[in-house]
């Protein structure tokens, strides 16, 4: 982050803008992402690693969301809008804890136990190599989170690495406006200064994608299966990388 840091809901630090490599004009001015299954791996990759951590049986963990949603009614609840997704995580925080004896537990709680001491590897290199190219090229670059710190914790937060170089933070822990409410997206784009049809925006839950697009904005739908291929496709929608035709030229 720049100077002012990531202590309030929305930080914003200056960057450079104008054409990218080469003097050409460029589609974008900046990258609007999702943190958590978007920058982060998701829980369900990490599911046989988090049932070492918490002394599990091998497999306890059956329900797999984006991954597999067959496997899981609740993530489908959600995707439907009967939940939230905060619900969602609230549900299965107290299904996990009651295994272990905290049937208290929050999400916080929960991917506390799991995540282990350094956060930093927690996020996805296809995320890293995205964000510092983009950087690189002179687009301001931004994270819209419905649950960033309520769910990661302030002092995780302070030591991931990738969050010293977006440009933007609007984080609805703080804000309290979830997208896909507009206003969620309209702080954001306050913050990068930056016109919607300007923003590349990338989001794995279709509601936030759709929500983007009413208001003009490009998104991409983050298959959390296939993530460094979205990435990839992400690098080429910004210009950052050749396309497949320009390869084969």
Request: net charge negative; glycine share 10%.
């Amino acid at each position: 982050m720049g100077s002012s840091g990531i202590g309030s809901a929305v930080a914003v630090s200056e960057t450079g803008a104008g054409t990218a490599d080469g003097g050409q004009a460029r589609r974008f001015d900046a990258l609007l992402l999702d943190f958590g299954s978007v920058v982060t791996f998701t829980a369900f990759e990490r599911h046989r690693d988090s049932e070492r951590a918490l002394g599990l049986a091998h497999g306890t963990f059956a329900w797999l969301g984006p991954v597999d949603p067959d496997t899981d009614p609740l993530w489908r609840s959600m995707e439907r809008g009967e939940i939230s997704e905060r619900d969602y995580w609230s549900r299965r925080a107290a299904e996990v804890g009651s295994m272990v004896g905290k049937p208290e537990w929050t999400p916080l709680d929960f991917f506390q136990a799991i995540r282990g001491d350094d956060p930093n590897l927690a996020i996805r290199e296809s995320a890293r190599q995205t964000v510092a190219a983009a950087r690189g090229a002179g687009l301001r670059v931004g994270i819209l989170s419905n649950e960033l710190e309520l769910y990661w914790g302030r002092p995780f937060m302070d030591r991931l690495d990738l969050l010293r170089d977006v440009d933007v933070l609007v984080d609805a822990t703080h804000t309290h406006i979830l997208k896909p409410d507009p206003r969620a997206y309209a702080l954001a784009l306050e913050a990068l200064g930056a016109s919607p049809q300007r923003v590349l925006f990338v989001d794995d839950q279709l509601r936030n994608v759709e929500g983007a697009r009413r208001l003009g904005i490009e998104a991409v739908h983050f298959d959390v299966a296939a993530a460094d291929a979205c990435f990839a496709s992400v690098r080429r929608r910004l210009g950052l990388e050749p396309n497949e035709c320009e390869e084969a030229k």
